[in-house]
């Protein structure tokens, strides 16, 4: 069994930071590859970010610059996003993601940009 559990979604307005958590555990752990997806309103879920063990981060273009993922903690199981200058098109429900032989979820944590 492994779980994801997520943490750190807010209402922040336009030009804001936050700090989003996932702190994974389980078999499956360590795991090659953890990152976030997001899910705004009325849109289908994207690619954010994302880390491998070694610490090799990818960003999708629209957060390039502004987000930083890092990776830590016991056999790298917790991931931390930082983002910074938010816009409201930021705005959704951020889903942990971690990616090995099997693919997991968490269960999301909103984060809101006023403008």
């Known amino acids: 069994q492994v779980q994801l559990v997520e943490s750190g979604g807010d209402l922040v307005q336009a030009g804001g930071s936050l700090r989003l958590s996932c702190v994974g555990s389980?078999?499956?752990?360590?795991?090659?590859?953890m990152g976030w997806y997001r899910q705004g309103p009325g849109k289908e879920r994207e690619f954010v970010a994302s880390i491998t063990r070694g610490g090799t981060a990818r960003y999708a273009d629209s957060v390039k610059g502004r987000f930083t993922l890092s990776r830590a903690g016991v056999d790298n199981n917790t991931v931390y996003l930082r983002m910074n200058s938010l816009k409201p098109d930021d705005t959704g429900v951020y889903y942990c993601n971690a990616l090995g032989a099997s693919q997991f979820w968490g269960q999301g944590t909103q984060v809101t940009v006023s403008s």
């Open positions: 389980g078999i499956a752990f360590p795991i090659p590859t």
